[in-house]
């Protein structure tokens, strides 16, 4: 990240942005498994109509989703699915801080 010229770190800074969102992150999640629809969104979620159609006008302007309409709905997917890549990156080095934590609270209770 050195070379990365600092427009192209703020590109990136907005990115993570958009992740940086819970209902954002559930979103995404159910779209991990396939296209849906708005309907199949807020039945798997459990967020609010609203709520789901403002976080996913977000992910779309922000290139993470695309939509594509099918007769009376719109169908979202997911654009680049190397996303995950980056969130199992993430929970995995979360998952090992956790370990590192609960390890040193062990230690403590001796």
């Known amino acids: 990240m050195k070379e990365v010229l600092p427009n192209a770190l703020n590109q990136v800074?907005?990115?993570f942005k958009v992740l940086s969102e819970v209902s954002r992150l559930q979103v995404l999640s159910c779209l991990s498994t396939g296209s849906k629809n708005v309907t199949q969104i807020i039945t798997e979620t459990g967020l609010g109509q609203a709520n789901v159609s403002k976080h996913l006008k977000i992910l779309t302007q922000a290139g993470i989703v695309k939509r594509t309409p099918e007769g009376v709905s719109v169908i979202y997917e997911i654009v680049d699915p190397t996303l995950f890549q980056l969130c199992d990156l993430v929970c995995g080095r979360l998952q090992v801080r956790l370990e590192e934590q609960t390890k040193q609270?062990?230690?403590?209770k001796i």
Request: a negative charge; hydrophobic letters at 45%.
């Open 105 to 108: 609270l062990e230690k403590l």
């Open 13 to 15: 800074a907005e990115y």
